[in-house]
């Protein structure tokens, strides 16, 4: 188990965030997400696949954003309204993934600034997952609440998306040296907060 599982344990042991969680196989590559992005706008095939792919991942940016559940739903909708309206997509290798990451950053920024709402609680949830416990919630809850609003958008897109912090950094549009020093930083907070070592 890696430092950054460790540190977003619950306290009976479960993990809240792990690889295991993952919701794109090894065997769909880049150049097939960039395929389905293309042909999402006239088959509905390729826009379920996306959907079923990375519902999740949206799902979890536009939490660690907006902090409100419901308005976290409608941008998972909106993402993917939105990606069947793309009128540029360079499809290059990798790129497919992270271009969609990067439009549900967009739409939940946007509807955060349209409902102003304070980011009261914390708590990535899946769709229709049962095994999280309400004790894991409040643990990872009170653990990214010690974050600024970056820091913990960037724990997610690494811990929970599994992104490169190339790939954060485009989505974010900063340098790739300042979400390493920013991801470093929240988890040095994290494991202060949760009492694990290094």
Same mark, same amino acid.
């Given at each position: 188990?890696?430092?950054?599982?460790?540190?977003?344990? *619950?306290?009976?042991?479960?993990?809240?965030?792990?690889?295991?969680? =993952?919701?794109?196989?090894?065997?769909? +590559?880049?150049?097939?997400? @960039?395929?389905?992005?293309? !042909?999402?706008?006239?088959?509905?095939?390729?826009?379920?696949?996306?959907?079923?792919? #990375?519902?999740?991942?949206? #799902?979890?940016?536009?939490?660690?954003?907006?902090?409100?559940?419901?308005? !976290?739903?409608?941008?998972?909708?909106?993402?993917?309204?939105?990606?069947?309206?793309?009128?540029? #997509? !360079?499809?290059?290798?990798?790129? *497919? &993934? *992270? #271009? +969609?990451?990067?439009?549900?950053?967009?739409?939940?920024?946007? =509807?955060?600034?349209?409902?102003?709402?304070?980011?009261?609680?914390?708590?990535? =949830?899946?769709?229709?997952?049962?095994?999280?416990?309400?004790?894991?919630?409040?643990?990872?809850?009170?653990?990214?609440? @010690?974050?600024?609003?970056?820091?913990?958008? +960037?724990?997610?897109?690494?811990?929970?998306?599994?992104?490169?912090?190339?790939?954060?950094? &485009?989505?974010?549009?900063?340098?790739?040296?300042?979400?390493?020093?920013?991801?470093?930083?929240?988890?040095?907070?994290?494991?202060?907060?949760?009492?694990?070592?290094?």
């Amino acid at each position: 188990m890696t430092a950054e599982q460790k540190i977003l344990a *619950g306290g009976d042991g479960n993990i809240i965030i792990t690889n295991s969680d =993952q919701e794109i196989s090894s065997d769909c +590559i880049d150049s097939e997400v @960039n395929r389905l992005i293309i !042909s999402c706008k006239t088959s509905k095939e390729s826009l379920c696949r996306l959907y079923n792919m #990375f519902k999740k991942s949206v #799902f979890a940016v536009a939490f660690s954003i907006t902090g409100d559940f419901h308005i !976290s739903e409608d941008c998972v909708a909106e993402t993917f309204i939105r990606l069947t309206q793309v009128k540029r #997509f !360079s499809p290059k290798a990798g790129d *497919g &993934k *992270g #271009f +969609i990451l990067t439009i549900a950053r967009n739409v939940a920024l946007e =509807q955060h600034r349209r409902y102003k709402r304070e980011c009261v609680s914390l708590v990535i =949830q899946g769709y229709g997952e049962a095994d999280k416990t309400v004790e894991d919630s409040i643990f990872l809850n009170q653990l990214l609440k @010690n974050l600024n609003d970056k820091q913990r958008q +960037i724990v997610v897109l690494k811990i929970y998306s599994e992104l490169t912090f190339k790939e954060i950094a &485009k989505i974010m549009k900063c340098p790739e040296s300042t979400v390493k020093s920013k991801y470093k930083k929240a988890i040095e907070i994290l494991q202060k907060k949760a009492g694990v070592g290094k």
